[in-house]
């Protein structure tokens, strides 16, 4: 089945020790996003890429980072990981963004949790 | 600004009785409004959205929505409810990106 995969589903680091996770999709979708949700709050988009075209949000803290080498593959570098950066890491992908009656559905992965001790 | 409103935090049902998970939004235009559900310790799946055409929208695991402009509402409903409907359901509109709302947790006792 085509689908999101994220690894790793769990992450554990140290204050200050960089991180990466990373996500990889079979579904040769044009757009990958990552999300930060914290215990039991709303998603928050990070940033997304459309093909290689980079999207921040205007939030995101410079601590975040993404990679996006090939269609598949999209990776979230967290530098300098604080105690606040603990959450779940949610990657989606979609054809296209935007609106419109071809308005896509967001497939998400399973997330990966990181703690930060 | 688009937005969509999750009044309540947590909804209560017993199994087999009906269900609602309340969702308003706010936005210019037209809206695409979307369900999802979240498990525990897992990723958002889709359940249904509204586009346009039929104000009714069937999803996935027998969920159902009723778009409602007069209201600015997207209820979620479905007739009977399921032990195994107990998640976190999240109300969402996009724009030139999906903007979740606050999330209800739908606890279902047997």
């Known amino acids: 089945d085509a689908m999101v995969i994220q690894n790793p589903r769990y992450q554990v680091t140290q204050f200050g020790k960089p991180v990466t996770l990373s996500c990889s999709q079979t579904?040769?979708?044009?757009?990958m996003y990552w999300y930060q949700q914290k215990s039991s709050q709303a998603p928050k988009l990070l940033f997304h890429?459309?093909?290689?075209?980079?999207?921040n949000e205007a939030d995101t803290p410079d601590n975040f980072q993404s990679r996006r080498p090939n269609t598949s593959f999209c990776f979230l570098d967290i530098r300098s990981p604080g105690l606040g950066d603990a959450a779940m890491y949610l990657c989606?992908?979609?054809?296209?963004?935007?609106?419109?009656?071809?308005?896509?559905?967001?497939?998400f992965g399973a997330g990966s949790r990181l703690t930060v001790l | 600004a688009q937005s969509v409103a999750q009044p309540e935090d947590q909804v209560n049902v017993a199994e087999g009785n009906p269900l609602t998970v309340k969702c308003t939004y706010s936005?210019?235009?037209?809206?695409?409004l979307f369900w999802y559900v979240q498990y525990p310790n897992r990723g958002l799946q889709f359940l249904l959205k509204?586009?346009?055409?039929?104000?009714l929208v069937k999803g996935s695991y027998g969920f159902e929505a009723e778009f409602n402009k007069s209201q600015t509402s997207f209820h979620l409903k479905k007739p009977s409810a399921l032990v195994s409907d107990s998640a976190l359901y999240f109300c969402?509109?996009?724009?030139?990106?999906?903007?979740f709302g606050t999330g209800t947790r739908l606890q279902v006792f047997p």
């Open positions: 509204y586009i346009t055409g039929d104000n």
């Open positions: 890429y459309y093909d290689k075209d980079f999207n």
């Open positions: 989606a992908t979609s054809r296209k963004t935007g609106t419109g009656t071809g308005a896509n559905v967001l497939t």
């Open positions: 936005v210019s235009g037209n809206p695409y």
């Open positions: 969402a509109v996009r724009d030139d990106k999906l903007i």
């Open positions: 579904l040769n979708h044009n757009v």
